[in-house]
């Protein structure tokens, strides 16, 4: 399957950033907040990326696409400010819910922009996916669930940003190197954070070696290695698919919440995180059907 590589690249980030809600809420607890997580974050995995630059031969990449590569960096930058921000006044189960309405606006944002019309089985996946997501996130006891009109706002918006991104990366630098691509998108993320929260990141007080190592973390597996391999992957499958596959991220976010937060998960939940995976695999091999028919 040709672009089987590329499919598991994109599945693989998507699990890494999902794991990204457990850590943080546990780091709000040590007296955190998202301004300086979501930059030291973007900022670490900007320098990393771009100590790996300047040690390869993969720089080159024309003026021109500088600045639609950091602007696509800011929209992630936001997402994942704004999600942060967002578990500080909703439970982490109903923010992932909501963030994976980018489904849904990545596949309107193409059809809007592109004319690229979703076909059936995209749209009969999308709407598994939404059941397994209601489901996953324990909405059916909803009363249980903290709720603040502030907190759905951030996600919202969150969700928003990042279909944004997904469709910018699949369009913007398709002939640009994977790294020398990560690191502008990083550059640009860090740089959108800190334009929106400055005198937060400035005032800032937790700045430690027990800080440093947090965000080490954050870099490294929430930012610089998802970043990367969607950098390298959603190009090649476009938005549309890319967005399917990212949803597994709901999956493990629920799995790591239960390990790292000790979050009850039901049989409920259970059952439709396997909803999902089951509508994500059929998705996966009905393209691979269609890309071997095309061969």
């Known amino acids: 399957m040709k672009n089987f ?9 998507g699990v890494m950033y999902g794991t990204m809600s457990s850590f943080v809420k546990l780091f709000y607890s ?45 929209t992630i930058g936001l997402t994942n400010y704004l999600y942060y921000q ?50 996953a996130g324990n909405l059916f006891y909803a009363e249980k669930l903290s709720f603040s009109w502030k907190g759905l706002t951030f996600v919202l918006c969150s969700s928003l940003t990042y279909a944004i991104y997904i469709v910018a990366n699949s369009r913007v630098g398709k002939n640009v190197n994977w790294l020398p691509k990560s690191t502008m998108i990083m550059t640009g993320s860090a740089l959108a954070i800190f334009i929106v929260n400055a005198n937060t990141i400035l ?23 998802p970043t990367a391999l969607f950098a390298a992957g ?21 799995i790591c919440a239960t390990i790292v937060l000790n979050e009850h998960t039901s049989v409920v939940q259970i059952a439709g995180i396997l909803i999902m995976l089951i509508a994500i695999s059929a998705m996966n091999y009905y393209k691979s059907l269609i890309i071997k028919k095309e061969g």
């Open 5 to 13: 590589k590329y499919i598991l690249m994109v599945l693989i980030g």
């Open 30 to 74: 040590w007296g955190y907040n998202a301004a300086e997580l979501s930059f030291s974050q973007a900022l670490l995995a900007a320098a990393f990326l771009g100590i790996f630059l300047l040690l390869s031969r993969k720089r080159k990449f024309s003026k021109q696409q500088v600045i639609p590569l950091l602007i696509t960096g800011g």
């Open 86 to 135: 967002s578990v500080s006044y909703i439970s982490a189960s109903l923010a992932i819910v909501i963030l994976m309405q980018f489904t849904w606006f990545s596949l309107l944002l193409e059809w809007a922009l592109f004319r690229k019309k979703p076909g059936r089985p995209e749209l009969l996946t999308v709407v598994f996916i939404l059941i397994g997501t209601v489901m």
């Open 203 to 225: 005032a800032g007080s937790h700045f430690s070696y027990e800080f440093l190592l947090i965000a080490v973390f954050l870099a490294v597996i929430g930012t610089s290695i």
């Open 234 to 254: 959603i190009p090649k499958i476009g938005a549309g698919v890319s967005s399917i596959l990212m949803t597994v991220e709901l999956p493990v976010a629920i």
